[in-house]
């Protein structure tokens, strides 16, 4: 009889996702969600052990090794990502741990799990050397189809929420329903089982103390989210919009855990959108200022410029919430609102400052190459980000993420796609964004990078950030950006008229 019940692999390849960014400039990522799935099967007395790759820095077929090793009764590849809309660029990583895992033993069960397998269960169970899709939100699917494997069984019909194959043939099964009572199964995330001393926070995160990145850790407030975001895909393994909450209670007993026995002093929320519901958002906060913890910790979680209250933030700031990350999006409002993001800029502008007058610092989230876009609406957001002045910024590219409703719209309307999972990574070498009506997926990909160059050289910026935090931290800005970041895509020859004088007249 095996020992071991489940064994959880958290896939991932740091210098296939970010290049040379991930060396220094990248965090670190504890899997959470993982993590939590540990506490679930736990506590229905299973045994569980995690393997988590880009943290242990190990290839895909030491995991494989390793994994045959643990003889555990089901292996599942937890396919999520760095950031809610990341899990299909893990795939490379957890198709490869598969694959040598068959090699090295085809009578393993397997099953993948995540946004991405739950977004294509079909394409993933014919493509991938595994046996199962979790279609759900997983840890009641697993522990459903181990009760299963532990009688012996070969019949896995009913297990809701499963899609196997046997002998090349799929058969599927319908959905489960989503977990409700979080507090009860799903009580903090099993943080003995991972490597904890190896997490490490984002650059900016620790800006004010930029040496002292470790300990890190990430946890869930809530799952899910109730919007529906053209570009997202965050809600595939959960169905449909939703959102649900742990009590303020458990949150602060897992901070205070994290504080007690880890050291831990940086902290993301995960959640997709955790600035947003009133009672819980006011909740946590006062949790964890009677708990005395406010002073000792570094923050940051997501929020929206709609959701963001002026009575959140003094809660916030006492509870030791320093960054709030703002989905901005675009800066032109007819893109804003064919992405379902009905703003003006001049309340995202006023939002911004009023986050920055309570003490938090605000990372802006900007993405080029939405559907509606064109080279002057790119302008007209990378103009907005020069003026929010944000402590820092992301500029993403649009991807049509499985999962999202851009992705459905790409395949009705035949988008060209990345020939390859690894080209839905934002950092990547071949990385593909989409193209819009008026610009090609190359023009819409070195527009992102010259934006990001733009950002982080501005003048204005640089003695914002030197006020702020000190001169060693423009410093480590400069070393990020003089770290190549080579793109498949961008070459002379790809480029319109338009963009080589943009070109000159940013060089």
Known sequence: MRKLDVLLINPGDRSQIYQNLGDEFSAIEPPSMAALIATYLRSGGLSVEIIDQPALGMPAHVVAAEAVARDALLTVLVVYGFQPSASTQTMPAAGAIAQHMNEIDPTRKIMMMGTHPAALPLRTLQEEAIDFVCIGEGPREIASLVTVLKAGGTNFDGIAGVWYKIGGVIYRNPSAP??????????????DLLPMEKYRAHNW???????????????????????RCSFCCINAPFGKPSYRMWSPSTIGAEIQKLVDLYGVRNIKFVDEMFVLNKSHVLGVCEEITK??????????AYARIDTVRPEFL?????????WLALGIESGSKHVRDGSEKNLKSEDIIGVVRQIQTAGINVIGNYIFGLPDDTMDTMRETLDLALEANCEFANFYSAMAYPGSKLYDMARKNDWSLPENWSGYSQHSFDTTPLPTE?????????????AFRAYFTNPTYQAMVEKKFGSEVVAHLMRMLAQPLPRKLVGQQNLGSEILELERNFQ
Not at 206 to 226: D, V, W
Not at 314 to 322: I, K, Q, S, W
């Open 314 to 322: 003094e809660p916030l700031r006492a509870a030791g919430f320093r």
């Open 178 to 191: 989503l977990i409700e009572t979080l507090d009860y199964k799903m009580r903090g995330a099993a943080w």
């Open 438 to 450: 008026t610009l090609t997926s190359a023009e819409v990909l070195w527009f992102r990078d010259m």
């Open 291 to 300: 708990r005395g913890l406010g002073e000792h910790i570094n923050i940051w």
């Open 205 to 227: 995160h620790a800006f004010e103390h930029i040496n002292k990145r470790q300990p890190y850790a990430s946890i869930h407030t809530t799952l899910g989210c109730p919007y």
